[in-house]
């Protein structure tokens, strides 16, 4: 009996060593990952790019110009609101990426073109798993008149699937230090749906499995 009894104490501490090893881990990679989303969305690029097209529409198009302002403020405003969620409804998410959408709108025209599909809202997303899946595709694709970057933001069940048309830049431009990978890891914490990255070198398609609380 005094034998069993060890046994199962140590096994019982064990168990507990081994959760509380994986708590540990899981707050680290929150916390870079939260690192790494912020330090994305801070981004000298897009504010460069995006301060370009607000001081091109002020003496054109004041009117224009104040609601681009407005929604580039709206959108910092929901990076330092929701940057310690650790998730959000499929709602909310939707949102920002329209908002971000608005934003590289007024730079690309109809060089971008962002198809949203999502009837069933239910369930939740990473924060800026969308808008940080469409920075990824302008990034590393040819985003042009003749060669248009479409976009398809589609629920399939309990994935919401982000696609776009392959169109390789020859030179890409620097990494923001957000990787699908880092992203990938997060979900896997999350849900028992295999987050998945698909490239058939025509189009690339990244599923995201809905996180259900």
């Given at each position: 009996?005094?034998?069993?009894?060890?046994?199962?104490a140590?096994t019982?501490?064990?168990?507990?060593?081994?959760?509380?090893?994986?708590?540990?881990?899981?707050?680290?990679?929150?916390?870079?990952?939260?690192?790494?989303?912020?330090?994305?969305?801070?981004?000298?690029?897009?504010l460069?790019?995006s301060?370009?097209?607000?001081?091109?529409?002020i003496?054109?198009?004041?009117?224009?110009?104040?609601?681009?302002l407005e929604?580039?403020s709206?959108?910092?405003r929901?990076?330092?609101?929701?940057k310690?969620?650790?998730?959000?409804?499929?709602?909310k998410?939707?949102?920002?990426?329209?908002?971000?959408?608005?934003?590289?709108?007024?730079?690309?025209?109809?060089?971008?073109?962002?198809?949203?599909e999502?009837?069933?809202?239910?369930?939740f997303?990473?924060?800026?798993?969308?808008?940080l899946?469409?920075?990824n595709?302008?990034?590393?694709n040819i985003?042009?008149?003749?060669?248009?970057?479409?976009?398809?933001v589609k629920?399939?069940?309990?994935f919401?699937?982000v696609?776009?048309?392959?169109?390789?830049k020859?030179s890409s431009?620097?990494?923001?230090?957000f990787g699908?990978?880092?992203l990938?890891?997060?979900?896997?914490?999350?849900?028992?749906?295999?987050?998945?990255?698909?490239n058939?070198?025509?189009?690339?398609e990244?599923?995201?499995?809905?996180?259900?609380?």
């Amino acid at each position: 009996m005094a034998l069993l009894a060890g046994t199962i104490a140590i096994t019982i501490i064990r168990m507990r060593e081994r959760r509380i090893e994986k708590e540990a881990s899981l707050k680290n990679l929150i916390a870079e990952y939260r690192y790494d989303l912020l330090a994305s969305q801070i981004n000298p690029h897009f504010l460069f790019n995006s301060f370009n097209v607000l001081a091109a529409l002020i003496p054109k198009e004041p009117a224009k110009a104040g609601e681009f302002l407005e929604t580039l403020s709206d959108f910092y405003r929901e990076i330092v609101q929701i940057k310690d969620t650790d998730n959000i409804p499929i709602e909310k998410e939707i949102f920002i990426l329209e908002r971000y959408y608005y934003l590289l709108k007024q730079r690309f025209g109809n060089a971008l073109l962002v198809s949203i599909e999502i009837p069933d809202m239910k369930g939740f997303l990473i924060p800026f798993t969308l808008q940080l899946l469409l920075e990824n595709a302008v990034k590393h694709n040819i985003v042009s008149t003749s060669k248009p970057l479409n976009v398809l933001v589609k629920r399939q069940g309990d994935f919401i699937c982000v696609k776009n048309n392959i169109q390789t830049k020859f030179s890409s431009s620097e990494s923001t230090g957000f990787g699908l990978s880092s992203l990938k890891e997060r979900y896997q914490q999350y849900s028992p749906n295999k987050f998945e990255i698909l490239n058939d070198n025509h189009y690339f398609e990244v599923r995201i499995p809905i996180i259900h609380k």
